[in-house]
């Protein structure tokens, strides 16, 4: 009977530890939360909007002022090449007042500045060494800025776009007295004096 009785209350605790450990489940675990989508706010999209354009803006105009500004340097820097082109000075051999050979491509290069600049006038200088009395080589420079002033005449420039004076030696463009000085100073020089503002550079 005792015995019977252990029997049943073994099977008890048994049973008893099933079913504990039947109870004792891990817990489940509970999924993250759904995120909530923020309400559309439609002024924020608006001023985001607005800020973008207004970049894209400022970017463009900020390219076209640097555009702008290489053109007007490129521009400068033509003219200002164009404008010593012209002034570049016309030299001659001792005592002559003919144009030398050498000297013809100079003179040549003048001319498409006359026909882009139509009402422009200039004045031709015409310059010696410090050899001869001063009375001939006023007349010596003055022989020179007629022969220049004949040259592009004879090329189409029209006469009364040209005024000449001579200096004679009084304005040497080098004060020595050398054949390197000499032949510096045996010169025309060119000058603008009118219609040429706004300079036009040649096609």
């Not at 008890?12 to 939360?33: M, Y």
């Not at 030299?91 to 144009?99: A, E, M, V």
Request: glycine share 4%; with cysteine.
């Amino acid at each position: 009977m005792h015995a019977r009785i252990r029997i049943l209350a073994l099977s008890a605790i048994a049973l008893s530890a099933v079913v504990t450990t039947a109870c004792r489940k891990k817990p489940e675990v509970a999924p993250p939360p759904t995120p909530v989508a923020k309400p559309f706010n439609q002024d924020s999209a608006d001023a985001a909007e607005r800020a973008k354009r207004a970049a894209a803006d400022a970017a463009a105009k900020a390219a076209a002022e640097k555009a702008a500004a290489e053109a007007a340097a490129r521009m400068a820097a033509a003219v200002s090449a164009a404008k010593a082109a012209f002034a570049a000075p016309v030299y001659f051999d001792y005592d002559k007042s003919d144009i030398r050979d050498d000297q013809k491509t100079t003179l040549e290069a003048k001319i498409p500045v006359f026909q882009a600049n139509a009402d422009m006038r200039i004045r031709v200088a015409g310059h010696t060494d410090n050899r001869g009395s001063d009375e001939y080589n006023l007349a010596l420079g003055q022989r020179r800025a007629a022969e220049v002033k004949r040259y592009l005449v004879a090329r189409g420039i029209a006469e009364g776009r040209i005024d000449v004076v001579s200096f004679g030696e009084e304005r040497p463009a080098v004060a020595q007295d050398n054949e390197d000085a000499w032949a510096k100073n045996r010169r025309d020089e060119f000058e603008i004096i009118a219609g040429a503002n706004p300079f036009k550079l040649p096609r």
